[in-house]
């Protein structure tokens, strides 16, 4: 049987596919999904950022995977498929968390992980059972041990080419590795925990160390450590961290504010080699942290704890939410304020989302506060809630000076300068990509969108 795997782009504001010709790392599920494939079956698969979708496709079965700005697409390209007589299965994050929805457009979904049942479904297509309206979904979560092995150099957005003659490209590009799923935090915007019950899991050490091993073979050494929460679980992240110091590799990777709190978990992450971390700090103001189930933020303490992770020379990427409930048109300078004077390294900047299927979707719907249901829209910059204390106009035009003030040239020179003690050359590197952000920014409108 012949398996076309796609991962789908998402739309720009006025209906284009976003597009990119090189990108700053890879997800592992389309490679991942073939080494979980049985051999018997043929599989292709394309990333649609940087390739286009086979639309004619001689495939028997189309699996599509998608997270919350992608659906959109997602739902058109399974409705094009289904229409050519074509078998359309869905899985990820919004399509187990909407099943109803999605099965509008797809002959069946995998909800939850694939693991446990991806061979079942393939054989039941494969011996022309109906999987009409089937929802294949696992009794348990997978132990994690023993993952299939996938083919690093299959990555869809890596470009080989680029790797081989150029020294930006191999800073600039991540080796993705997956070490746990899910997270242990309740916060209620959050699709992950309510994806995963806010259950966590590791993999063994010694299986996470084997990919980074095959990583430095093919001459990598930065990595993106894809886990929602590294260290949701302490004692394991100490663990990993010891285990990778031998290695002298980099990596980056996303986790909570809390890794400034515990001294040698900090020390060992910078140890291990990390370099640069995405840290969901939302708001500072800890009312709205209240409010969102974010109460382990604190604060009061972001300006000590920003401070440590900086001694260590781990640059920051702070993830910021503008237009909670607590904020009005003058939360916007505040925050500025806030993100130049603690010198962090890059802002992604986001809008409310409700994430069908969250608490946070839940709660705007009973308060008859979502303003659109149009998927394209939820790209994580669109107004998609109205906000308590300022029209979603005066939201969005806070969103885009804020963005801009945060890349103008000086307020790069003020965050950049003087770098952190140690890891000079990465300073430089990160600077230099700020100087690009700049430039993108002036000459696309909405950039915000493609901003990696």
């Known amino acids: 049987m012949k398996i076309y795997l796609i991962s789908p782009t998402h739309y720009t504001p006025d209906g284009n596919l976003v597009k990119s010709v090189h990108y700053w790392t890879s997800a592992i599920t389309l490679p991942y999904l073939k080494a979980l494939t ?9 990333d649609e950022l940087m390739a286009n979708v086979d639309v004619n496709t001689d495939a028997d079965l189309i699996g599509i995977t998608a997270m919350g700005p992608q659906i959109a697409r997602a739902y058109d390209l399974a409705d094009y498929f289904r229409a050519r007589g074509k078998k359309v299965v869905m899985g990820g994050s919004w399509v187990s968390l909407n099943t109803e929805e999605a099965l509008l457009h797809c002959d069946a979904i995998v909800k939850g992980e694939a693991e446990p049942v991806w061979k079942d479904l393939l ?3 494969a011996s022309g059972r109906n999987i009409e309206g089937r929802i294949y979904e696992s009794e348990g979560w997978h132990s994690m041990v023993g993952l299939p092995r996938f083919d690093y150099t299959s990555l869809p957005l890596f470009r080989p080419d680029l790797f ?4 930006f490209y191999r800073m600039y590009f991540h080796w993705p590795v997956l070490a746990s799923r899910g997270c242990p935090h309740p916060c209620e915007y959050c699709s992950v925990q309510t994806y995963y019950e806010r259950t966590f899991r590791s993999r063994p050490v010694e299986e996470v160390i084997e990919d980074l091993q095959t990583i430095k073979a093919l001459g990598g050494r930065r990595v993106l ?6 260290i949701g679980n ?8 010891k285990a990778m110091i031998p290695l002298k590799m980099e990596w980056a990777s996303q986790m909570t504010i809390n890794i400034a709190r515990n001294d040698e978990l900090l020390d060992l992450a910078a140890r291990s080699g990390c370099r640069s971390l995405s840290i969901g700090l939302e708001s500072v103001t800890q009312e709205n942290l209240e409010q969102i189930d974010k109460g382990f933020n604190k604060a009061q303490r972001f300006d ?28 916007f300078e505040k925050t500025r304020d806030f993100l130049v004077k603690n010198k962090l390294t890059f802002l992604k900047l986001f809008t409310p989302c409700p994430y069908p299927g969250t608490k946070y979707y839940d709660d705007m719907q009973k308060a008859g506060r979502i303003l659109t249901k149009e ?6 910059g669109s107004p998609l809630i109205q906000p308590t204390h300022m029209t979603p106009e005066e939201m969005m035009k806070g969103f885009d000076w804020l963005y801009k003030d945060f890349y103008s040239l000086p307020n790069i020179f003020r965050r950049m300068t003087p770098p952190p003690k140690g890891n000079y050359l990465e300073s430089a590197f990160y600077f230099i990509a700020n100087l690009k952000i700049y430039q993108h920014m002036r000459r696309t409108k909405q950039s915000w969108g493609t901003i990696s």
């Open 225 to 230: 450590i894809l886990d929602d929460n590294p």
């Open 164 to 167: 081989k003659k150029s020294r």
């Open 375 to 380: 998927w394209n829209k939820y790209d994580y």
């Open 123 to 125: 054989d039941d297509v």
């Open 234 to 241: 302490v004692r394991y992240a100490k663990e990993l961290f």
């Open 304 to 331: 000590e704890d920003l401070a440590k992770i900086r001694a260590k020379g781990i640059q920051v990427i702070a993830l910021m939410m503008v237009g909670l409930d607590g904020d009005t048109t003058a939360s």
């Open 38 to 46: 049985p051999p018997e079956h043929q599989v292709v698969f394309t």
